[in-house]
């Protein structure tokens, strides 16, 4: 597990910051999401992968939340969405998880 750090997009240009490749498990401080959240890229390379964001929250019961994964296909592109409700109330960090990381490398930016 390693913790990541997004980008913020600017008027004048960003240069990506390319995470190649990520763990099966990475996580994203509260501090680096913007006021909506993050978008994460995700780039495979001849790898089909599956991207989960974990949910933090729980049922009344305390089973966690169900969490519908991503298919990235085997080479491509792939945007996804990580809310600030994906932040863990216990931990402040999102967590991510890949299938395999093999050809695979991501870009975050703060939405």
């Given at each position: ?38 978008h ?58 890949f ?13």
């Amino acid at each position: 597990m390693a913790l990541r750090t997004a980008q913020s997009v600017v008027t004048t240009g960003t240069t990506p910051a390319v995470i190649s490749p990520p763990t099966t498990s990475d996580t994203i401080a509260q501090g680096d999401f913007g006021p909506y959240g993050i978008h994460m890229r995700v780039t495979t390379t001849g790898t089909l992968t599956n991207v989960s964001v974990a949910d933090p929250n729980v049922t009344a019961q305390g089973n966690p939340g169900t969490v519908t994964a991503v298919a990235c296909p085997a080479t491509g592109v792939r945007v996804i969405f990580i809310p600030l409700s994906a932040v863990s109330a216990a931990t402040g960090v999102a967590t991510v998880a890949f299938t395999s990381v093999t050809g695979v490398s991501v870009e975050l930016y703060r939405a």
